[in-house]
């Protein structure tokens, strides 16, 4: 096993590894050696093609249908340089500040955070797109949603020279997204931070040191080979910073033999969330401009919130209920349809959490709470409301039984749209807001680390992902992200003298 | 892993997505490629748990209709999958949901099956479109 040393190790390139990358680049000027590995490989801009499966296999982990124990939900997180911030469609919102009230962290103060997110919006080029690239699919959610009497709002995104593939979450063909793989880690290597691709952290020592396994590039495989040559390796170093999202950052911390918290894998949440489908009588551009553009947040009051959007052939079959002709027909009006996400704003529960089996790979348990369940039927409800207010003839759901709504049943939509229809292992529910495991809080007692991210009782272990939530954050979660990882770095750098000597 | 179980596997298939039934042999093979592709990189315990339930779906209909599966009229073989989607057993109901996933994902992920459900995505967004 070959020894490299560094000073900082950060386990993750994502939209925590590579934010807190480009914020330690004073280190590095100051003689520091900074490393960031990431587990999955680092793509050519041409190799985002855009093609479902092709893609999909590449950069997420199961291809994107990663099981809960359960086998009820399927979870997408990615793995590639950039982490998840590769696959999403770049909506870019603040942390509201009555959840961040709400999760009553010690030390943390939402005008904090709210600085450091806006720092990041300006960085990220988020904006708002000009209407004339919003296509029918979100202009028909504007419309049916202010008939249906909801407040619709337009999602700023990240984006620089869009051209409207719609194919964001399978990584943009075009670049535009401005994800931690465009922005904070080329600025970061470009300041002398080192990053590893397809080098996955397997466990972190009590001597500080973290085991790794690099991996070749696979036959076929997309994706530059590894900066370091195939094998383990044993990298010493005096910080360092889990940022691999809340599964792989959890996940590692259960398998390293270390005096972590008790509290390790608990807080789990994820937005459950469900892709609704309706048919209008003619064709609508749906699967050309920006997927996300609009959204209702109605988490509030009543725990859901709606947003635009538009799949790609299987994660759409795959969304509706049933099989045979009924789900054929819905598939060949593909260029009608009009979609919407719901996603439901899950609460913290003692069962729902992540461990690790025997071989140290991840294992989610998650279980649908009443309240989750609510917000799904809730959120079913008012996408129907709003697909028929924008004229759509029929709406699939999968809380009615038959599936299809017609036109002539919108005024029955309370009555047809029920969780007695409810019935896990037959509803297509997945997730890709993934949190909490490492949660922030006052003590070892009910937490993993405090505000700043530091492991309790292991001042140099930090963690700086979406695991340091200690519940839901009740919209998109990667400006937040970043703002914590901001913040994780900011003590890093304080602590710096003491901790590196 | 669907060798010995491809009668059975493509009349399942062609139950949840009607139009399977005009697969050729190239389509078929391509269907069935994507899904042990997408099998390979699963546990071996899941394959198994696979393979037992094509078997069951397979023989099961005996006890309702004399026959196997593959050799029930489409309308016997839908009332049959109904039956078993909406089983009260989660432990079927998820099964059925997982074949069903990869059926989906064997016949939608061919990039044939854009072109037949009117799907145009392109990597040129708009300028595509003019």
């Known amino acids: 096993m070959s020894t490299y040393t560094y000073d900082v190790v950060i386990i993750g390139s994502g939209a925590g590894g590579g934010t807190v990358a480009q914020a330690l680049t004073p280190l590095v000027k100051g003689g520091r050696r900074v490393l960031v590995l990431e587990r999955g490989p680092r793509l050519a801009d041409d190799e985002f093609t855009g093609r479902e499966l092709e893609m999909a296999s590449q950069l997420y982990a199961d291809g994107g249908g990663f099981l809960t124990a359960e086998g009820t939900m399927t979870l997408a997180f990615a793995h590639a340089y950039g982490g998840s911030t590769v696959v999403y469609t770049g909506t870019s919102l603040t ?5 961040i009230r709400g999760w009553s962290v010690p030390g943390l103060d939402y005008a904090d955070l709210l600085r450091r997110s806006q720092r990041y919006l300006r960085e990220n ?35 620089t020279g869009c051209r409207g593939s719609s194919l964001c979450n399978l990584g943009c063909p075009n670049q535009a997204k401005q994800g931690t793989n465009r922005v904070q880690l080329p ?64 996940a590692l911390l259960l398998r390293s033999p270390l005096p972590t918290p008790h509290s390790l894998g608990s807080g789990f949440t994820c937005h459950p969330a469900l892709i609704l489908v309706a048919e209008h009588p003619r064709a609508i551009t ?12 109605r988490a509030a ?9 538009m799949y790609f052939p299987f994660t759409t079959a795959k969304a509706l209920s049933g099989f045979g002709a009924d789900h054929s027909a819905i598939m060949h009006a593909f260029p009608r349809l009009q979609m919407i996400l719901l996603l439901a704003c899950d609460r913290a529960t ?31 409800r008012a996408s129907a409301r709003i697909f028929f207010a924008a004229g ?30 409810f019935r896990e292992g037959s509803v297509s529910l997945s997730a890709a807001h993934l949190m909490g495991g490492c949660c922030m809080g006052g003590s070892a007692a009910d937490s993993v680390t405090d505000s700043w991210g530091v492991v309790h009782g292991l001042p140099w272990l930090r963690v700086a992902d979406a695991s340091l939530f200690p519940d839901s954050l009740e919209i998109n979660p990667y400006v937040t992200i970043m703002a914590l990882a901001d913040r994780v770095a900011d003590g890093m750098l304080r602590d710096a003298p003491a901790l590196l000597g | 892993m669907l060798e010995d179980l491809r009668p059975g596997f493509r009349a399942l298939a062609q139950t949840v997505v009607p139009d399977a039934s005009r697969l050729d042999a190239a389509g ?103």
């Open chain 1, 125 to 159: 080029n988020v904006h708002l797109l000009e209407p004339e690239r919003i296509n029918e699919n979100n202009r028909l959610f504007v419309d049916g949603g202010a008939r249906a009497g909801y407040r619709v709002e337009q999602f700023p995104v990240n984006v």
């Open chain 1, 187 to 250: 600025a970061a290597e470009r300041a002398g931070v080192e990053v590893v691709t397809r080098a996955e952290a397997l466990r972190i020592e009590p001597d500080r040191s973290v085991v790794v396994r690099v991996r070749e590039k696979p036959d076929g495989g997309k994706g530059l080979p590894s900066e370091w040559e195939s094998g383990e390796y044993r990298v010493p170093a005096k910080l360092v910073v889990c940022a691999g999202g809340a599964i792989g950052s959890t």
């Open chain 1, 286 to 297: 749906n699967d050309v401009g920006h997927p996300k553009s609009y959204f209702v947040d």
């Open chain 1, 392 to 421: 759509a003839v029929r709406v699939h759901t999968p809380f009615a039984d038959p599936p299809l709504l017609e036109q002539a049943e919108a005024s029955q939509i309370d009555e047809r749209i029920s969780e007695r229809y």
């Open chain 1, 95 to 99: 942390a509201p500040e009555r959840v």
């Open chain 1, 301 to 309: 009051e009543e725990a859901f919130v709606l947003e635009t959007c």
């Open chain 2, 28 to 130: 078929w093979t391509e269907v069935e490629g994507i899904v042990e592709r997408a099998l390979a990189s699963r546990p071996p315990a899941l394959r198994r748990q696979l393979r037992l339930l094509i078997r069951a779906l397979e023989w099961l209909p005996f006890l309702y209709y004399g026959k196997r599966f593959s050799a029930l009229d489409p309308v016997r073989r839908n009332r049959f999958l109904l039956r078993i989607q909406d089983s009260p057993l989660r432990l079927v109901r998820r099964g059925f949901w997982g074949l069903r996933t990869l059926i989906l994902l064997g016949y939608y992920g061919r990039p044939g099956a854009a072109a037949e459900i009117g799907y145009r995505a392109d990597s040129r967004g708009w300028e595509a479109r003019r």
């Open chain 1, 350 to 380: 003692p069962g729902n959490r992540i461990a690790v089996d025997r071989a140290g790979q991840p294992v989610v348990h998650y279980h649908f709470t009443r309240g989750t369940v609510g917000g799904l039927v809730g959120g079913s």
